[in-house]
């Protein structure tokens, strides 16, 4: 599922279980010495994914420990990102000369809990959650959307080391095309590598959402630049942050 929304660039890797052979390096395991075994679990499983992600783009096997505010921290050569939920664990990397950020989530396919949407979203946004939860609730939109800020905030705070606040991304989704656009609402760029717009590609399948953004250095600066909607009047086709280590 991951694979098919990241370019061929990126090496995705996914399971729904835990590998039998997934084990950590010793300064991983002390992170998590203390850790409940669900923790421990989840923990060991995205690291193994991460590395057989290494392996296919022909690096050594090596620990990923988190870096400020819980970030992975990867060879100097590559991107990353990782993630888990309950049934799923994923990790996707990519050479830092073709990908220069990475952003993946996933979520279970259900309602945000009471109260949630309205700490995450915007007015445009909580009104097109509205307005597809209306006319197609198979789906948790409100999940995705906050899958789709996760990412973006993996995607951005590596480039930038400066937080990202639920309420400085705007995000439109494209539900029939299964993609997404953000403008990031942060005012003067906090540094050259900042970028003023992303795009992302989203999939639910089997009682999961997963969200994911692969931004290129040639990537617009602005999304305008590249004859994109006008996302702060909130349309589309169809219509205080705290970042969990992983």
């Known amino acids: 599922?991951?694979?098919?929304?990241?370019?061929?660039?990126?090496?995705?890797?996914?399971?729904?279980?835990?590998?039998?052979?997934?084990?950590?390096?010793?300064?991983?395991?002390?992170?998590?010495?203390?850790?409940?075994?669900k923790r421990r679990e989840e923990f060991t499983a995205v690291r193994w994914c991460a590395r057989v992600a290494m392996a296919r783009l022909g690096l050594p096997a090596a620990p990923v420990l988190p870096g400020e505010r819980g970030a992975p921290t990867w060879d100097p050569s590559v991107t990353g990102s990782m993630t888990h939920c309950k049934g799923y664990r994923?990790?996707?990397?990519?050479?830092?000369?073709?990908?220069?950020?990475?952003?993946?989530?996933?979520?279970?396919?259900?309602p945000l809990p009471e109260g949630i949407l309205d700490v995450v979203a915007l007015g445009p946004e909580r009104r097109q959650v509205a307005a597809l939860l209306a006319a197609r609730p198979e789906l948790a939109w409100d999940r995705l959307l906050f899958s789709i800020k996760e990412s973006v905030f993996k995607t951005w705070y590596p480039l930038t080391?400066?937080?990202?606040?639920?309420?400085?991304?705007?995000?439109?989704?494209?539900?029939?095309?299964?993609?997404?656009?953000?403008?990031?609402?942060?005012?003067?760029?906090?540094?050259?590598r900042a970028p003023r717009g992303l795009r992302g590609r989203w999939a639910a399948q089997d009682g999961l959402l997963v969200s994911a953004i692969a931004h290129t250095a040639g990537s617009p600066a602005s999304l305008d630049e590249d004859g994109g909607i006008d996302l702060l009047r909130g349309t589309c086709a169809s219509g205080g942050r705290v970042l969990t280590a992983v």
């Open 161 to 192: 080391g400066r937080e990202l606040g639920f309420h400085e991304a705007l995000v439109v989704l494209d539900p029939d095309r299964a993609a997404f656009h953000v403008r990031l609402l942060t005012g003067p760029a906090p540094s050259a």
């Open 1 to 37: 599922m991951l694979s098919s929304l990241l370019p061929p660039d990126v090496v995705a890797v996914e399971v729904r279980s835990d590998p039998v052979d997934a084990a950590l390096f010793p300064e991983e395991a002390e992170l998590v010495r203390d850790a409940v075994p």
């Open 90 to 110: 994923a990790a996707a990397l990519a050479p830092r000369s073709r990908i220069v950020a990475l952003g993946i989530d996933a979520e279970p396919d259900e």
